[in-house]
């Protein structure tokens, strides 16, 4: 892998141990950071737990290609395909039995035949996406062709073919298109043909910006959709039918970070993405919110392929009021520079006419971008104060890396306002394949390669604390479909390896006594963080190390008996990883005075776990009947069962690591957990329980396919991620991370400066004396896989042949999610915990989270027709849970990581989860002016050849929650004490808090709505919890118009030039962002920034 990756396990591994651990592979020497010890330090590399070299990783991936392509012919789905029924009659309406329906496939010339049966029903599935030609025979009769059916994604069309009387060798021609409405199937579907992939304006080119293009459907977290309100995790993402989760311990489109501008594929490479919710098909596990499939753009019989640039520069941008435009003199500030370049191009080609296609996609970007970074920084009164208080070498080097404010806050505290350079880049791969094997079965195989780097800048002076993301992502799948006159099987491997390299520079800065290290990172500096009035904190930094590989076999076959298609199948997956994730050890501080006087309200450190593999199995079966009961009423009726193993860790060092977990407390108010479980049997699998049915109906009133009434029923069931258990492990007894009370820093007196070298001792020191290990987190030892409860009721109407509206109730429970809580936190008024011998650094985890979803959706579509296509999506809709609706883990998902005030009485703290919002509406266009063919030259020049589309989106705001300062580790808000909690004119209401040449930050919230929590002067905690509910305020409304405008030229006669301009927030339209929401904080309820302004992207594209 890279540069053979200098930052890996084994120097994390170290950090636990100096003994050189064992491994199985020849280990290589790795270069050094800047900074970084090299000594004892081994190289990693992520390929299920082994060491590794560059070579070593490239033959690991040429070996996953040969085994794909075996297994996809040999093995034993998510549905990447589409299915053609219907039935032949004659005029009468009498069925004809023994018709002979040939499919051919427009692009490669593949065909397919099929028999129609006593009924004179037939199918045919597992069909490629694309343009269709059918050819229907039967003697007698008149042969009947209809061409251009363009088939979608999971799409099933039902087709009515009415023979005309006379010879076989008279032909009846017929333009063929697909319904506008669905009279088979009842979930929710939308598609986005590649035509929308690639002409709406998507910025920089990624596709998860056209995921919410629909009802029902918002942004979560890692670019994720969340789908009927559940959140992000619970949305599965594959690429031709096989895992293609972007971050190895949730499901995210995006990498862990986000740091990568091309999620999952180039949208070159994209024919089509479908997200399908609600009443899923009994082929879809693993999930409790829908799947986003993406089908990725094969070859075909003519050469053809695409080269385009994508350009962006801060001269074509906006700004916002928020950014200083002059300085105090009058000077002008010049934008903030901006240099994107997105490049690359594709190639399709018939390898063997009519038998073997090939596609080829190779996207890259450079980006070189100077950001705003701001922080709250001491002035230069506040440090002398500070120095003469703690006049530490670590101290100076902390404040002397944190900048002088620009702008003033108060008399210790202020602003600073710079600018910094970051940097992007990306080297991007798709390779597909297609082999038409024999006359009824095709073999397809699929590599995507990705490699992004970014570097963020943080506001600490002269880059001491910038982020630098290393990535690297590689997947396989590999279909093989056969079939034969009633039948067809489908066979599919998948590989997906994931691994980010994540560092802080500031974490490199060591001890500057230059005191040996008993282990490595052992001696870097502390971080501390002063909360109030007075607060700023400065220098936490971490290293996050993280892999995964999926590997996973389906199989599906279906089968036609009479008026039922029969599916069914099963798959199984493989889930293997690591994580760590070591920090400076943080020092927080209630309120200036304690910080003079060192007197800390919470001391945690972050030891990261030694080396490790993870690895959970599943292993799903499904059965599905869609049965057509008369010409008006098709029942889907299916059924899944998942198994899911536990994740269990095991070293791959000689150095002890797992998840110890805890056996659950005898009394919950004292906490009192018990011996350490078996890390090889950490939990209790849910075994059998996992029956999810799923029952839809879908009614065509009038028998004509222009009125149909769909509903159904459904359970999804998915596993509990990986970063759910992955958190927990660690060293047997040092654990990932202590979190110590104000009390208990007194009582061992922790003071600043402590080092994660001298904790670790104390740990050690604490569990001898106490004979109770430490955890980081809990798992209850009956921990259930989360499920949800899918029920839906709607109309759809073919208004026209391209038009059609659909409306309807949609809603869902979500049963046993994911719920962290911190356990055994010191009580509120004396600081002692109730089990005084045990310290958790993280959470409790279980199953007690429940959320709901009630909403009515409406959507209207228009199919392109006459140069114009549109799509509106309204939805209404209510969301509620306790910690975020998710089923992650604390990070990387909607899940929130800590907002329980009353560990025993979660219930209190339900409210709306996040991506809330009551209405919400989207819409989508694309038109395309007339040619003019008939106009003289001049005017067609002028006039034809333009594209105009764009997308427009607007909501109310978003749910939010007004929190106070309390204790590290507790979570505490204030009480409500009447009145109006948001300034009717907050627009004009601004604050004291200004920057020179720019806005003044806007007093959104009212502070006189709430009031604090007292404080325990022992514990530092609030005495009590806070009456103000979770998530109780909303923030601004947002509305956004992005526009693209195109001009197409004609170069020759199969070669066309595109040269386009997207404006994202065309109107400039400011959308203010949250209000800060801490109540202790200066700033509370100001708002200081907006979301993006006017953006121009430029963008040129030959296709041939």
């Not at 045919?124 to 025979?137: A, H, K, M, N, Q």
């Not at 009717?984 to 003044?1000: E, F």
């Not at 022992?1018 to 405008?1045: E, H, K, M």
Request: charged letters at 20%; a positive charge.
């Amino acid at each position: 892998m890279r540069r053979a990756k200098t930052l890996r396990r084994a120097e994390l591994a170290c950090s636990l141990s100096r003994s050189t651990p064992t491994v199985q592979h020849q280990p290589i020497n790795p270069p050094c950071l800047r900074g970084i010890e090299c000594d004892s330090i081994r190289l990693l590399a992520r390929v299920h737990g082994e060491v590794v070299s560059r070579g070593d990783f490239m033959k690991s991936i040429i070996r996953h290609t040969v085994c794909a392509l075996a297994l996809a012919t040999l093995s034993f789905a998510q549905v990447t395909t589409a299915t053609l029924t219907g039935i032949v009659t004659d005029p009468s309406g009498g069925a004809i039995s023994g018709a002979n329906i040939t499919i051919t496939h427009t692009q490669t010339n593949v065909s397919s035949a099929r028999t129609a049966g006593a009924t004179g029903e037939f199918a045919f599935d597992f069909l490629r996406i694309g343009t269709y030609s059918i050819s229907v025979e039967a003697p007698g009769f008149k042969r009947h062709e209809r061409r251009g059916l363009d088939l979608a994604t999971g799409q099933t069309v039902r087709s009515t073919f009415v023979m005309e009387v006379g010879s076989v060798s008279e032909i009846v021609n017929v333009e063929a298109s697909a319904p506008q409405i669905s009279t088979e199937t009842s979930e929710q579907v939308q598609t986005f043909e590649g035509r929308k992939v690639t002409e709406l304006p998507l910025g920089r080119r990624n596709v998860s910006n056209i995921l919410s293009l629909s009802a029902g459907v918002d942004s979560g977290s890692g670019r994720s959709p969340r789908l009927n309100g559940l959140g992000a995790t619970g949305t599965g993402i594959s690429v031709d039918g096989t895992d293609a989760n972007s971050n190895p311990e949730q499901k995210s489109m995006s990498q862990y970070g986000a740091r990568n501008y091309i999620d999952v594929m180039s949208i070159d490479a994209v024919a089509e993405v479908q997200v399908i919710r609600g009443i899923l098909p009994a082929e879809y596990g693993s999930v409790v919110g829908g799947q986003v499939n993406l089908i990725s753009k094969s070859g075909s019989n003519e050469w053809h392929g695409t080269l385009f640039e994508n350009y962006q520069s801060h001269a074509l941008n906006a700004r916002s009021p928020f950014t200083p435009s002059r300085t105090a003199t009058g000077t002008e500030i010049r934008r903030p520079r901006i240099v994107f370049n997105q490049f690359g191009g594709t190639l399709g080609a018939p390898i063997r006419k009519d038998r073997i296609f090939g596609f080829f996609t190779y996207e890259g970007y450079r980006e070189s971008a100077s950001r705003r970074v701001t922080g709250t920084v001491p002035t230069q009164a506040f440090r002398d104060e500070i120095l003469r208080a703690l006049p530490f070498p670590e101290m100076k080097l902390l404040l002397a890396a944190a900048p002088l404010p620009v702008s003033p806050v108060n008399a210790d505290i202020g602003t600073s306002d710079a600018i910094r350079n970051s940097v992007s880049r990306d080297n991007h791969l798709v390779m597909k394949g297609d082999a038409h094997v024999t006359s009824n079965s095709n073999l397809a195989f699929t590599y995507t390669r990705m490699r992004p780097y970014g570097l963020d800048p943080n506001y600490l002076a002269n880059g001491a604390n910038d982020r630098t993301f290393k990535y690297v992502s590689d997947r396989i799948a590999s279909s093989y479909t056969i079939g034969g006159a009633a039948w067809t099987s489908e066979s599919r491997f998948g590989w997906n390896f994931n691994d980010m390299q994540r560092l802080d520079a500031f974490f490199t800065q060591k001890d500057p006594a230059g005191t040996k290290e008993v282990v490595p990172w052992g001696r870097s500096i502390p971080t501390i963080s002063i909360a109030g009035t007075s607060g700023f904190g400065v220098g936490s930094a971490e290293i996050w190390d993280m892999n995964g590989s999926t590997y996973s076999i389906d199989q599906k076959f279906s089968l036609r008996k009479g008026k039922h298609a029969l599916k069914f199948g099963g798959k199984y997956s493989l889930n293997t990883g690591f994580r760590t994730n070591p920090q400076n050890p943080a020092f927080n501080f209630a309120s200036k005075a304690d910080f003079l006087a060192n007197l800390p309200s919470g001391v945690t450190p972050s030891f990261g776990s030694p080396p490790f593999s993870s690895a959970m199995h599943e292993l799903g079966f499904f059965t599905q009947d869609d049965w057509r009961v008369n010409s008006h009423l098709v029942l889907n009726l299916g059924l899944r069962y998942d198994f899911y193993t536990n994740n269990v860790s095991k070293p791959t060092t000689n150095i002890p690591v797992g998840f110890y977990n805890l056996t659950p407390p005898k009394d919950w108010n004292k906490f009192d957990f018990g011996a350490v479980t078996d890390p090889k049997n950490p939990y209790n699998h849910d075994g059998w329980v996992n029956l999810g049915p799923r029952v839809g109906f879908a009614y065509d009133v009038d028998g004509k396919g222009k009125t149909v009434v769909r509903g159904g029923f459904a359970i999804l069931f998915s596993p509990n991620v990986p970063g759910v258990v992955r958190q927990a492990v660690a060293d047997p007894i040092v654990p990932f991370r202590v979190s110590w009370s104000a009390t208990e820093a007194r009582d061992l007196g922790l003071k600043f400066p402590r080092y994660s070298d001298d904790l670790r001792e104390v740990v050690k020191q604490q569990v001898a004396s106490t004979g109770t290990r430490f955890p980081f987190s809990a798992i209850n030892p009956g921990l259930e896989n989360p499920y949800a409860i899918h029920y839906q009721f709607n109309i759809q109407r073919a208004v026209t042949s391209t038009l059609m509206i659909e409306s309807g109730y949609v809603g869902n429970r979500g049963v046993k999610f994911i719920m962290h809580r911190v356990p055994n936190l010191p009580d509120r008024l004396t600081g002692i915990r109730p089990n005084p011998k045990l310290v958790f650094g993280g959470y409790y985890v279980d199953n007690s989270q429940n959320t709901s979803y009630n909403a009515w959706q409406t959507s209207v579509r228009k199919r392109f027709s006459r140069g114009f296509s549109y799509d509106g999506h309204y939805t209404y809709s209510k969301t509620l849970g306790v910690s975020g609706g998710d089923i992650g883990a604390y990070y990387g998902s909607d899940n929130s990581s800590n907002n329980i005030q009353d560990f025993n009485n979660p219930r209190a703290d339900r409210g709306p989860n996040g991506g809330d919002a009551t209405h919400r509406f989207v819409a989508d266009w694309i038109y395309e002016v007339p040619q003019l063919s008939t106009s003289n030259r001049l005017v067609r020049g002028a006039l034809g050849g333009w594209e105009i589309s764009g997308i427009f989106n607007t909501r109310s705001g978003g749910r939010d929650t007004v929190t106070m300062t309390c204790a590290a580790g507790q979570y505490c808000r204030p009480d409500y004490v009447g009145g109006s909690t948001s300034f009717s004119d907050w627009k004009q209401n601004t604050s004291t808090r200004c920057i020179v040449g720019a806005r003044c930050a806007i007093q959104y919230l009212n502070p006189a709505a709430f009031a604090l929590v007292p404080l325990s002067p022992i514990s530092r905690s609030a005495i009590r919890p806070g009456n103000l509910g979770q998530g109780s305020i909303r923030g601004p409304a947002s509305w956004t118009t992005d526009a693209s405008v195109s001009r197409n030229f004609k170069v020759g006669e199969k070669t066309t030039f595109q040269f386009r301009a997207d404006m994202f927030n065309a109107t400039n339209r400011v959308n203010y962002s949250g209000p800060s929401t801490n109540l202790n904080a200066a700033t509370f309820g100001q708002i200081s920034g907006t979301g993006a302004m006017r953006v121009i992207q430029l963008n040129a594209k030959l296709r041939f």
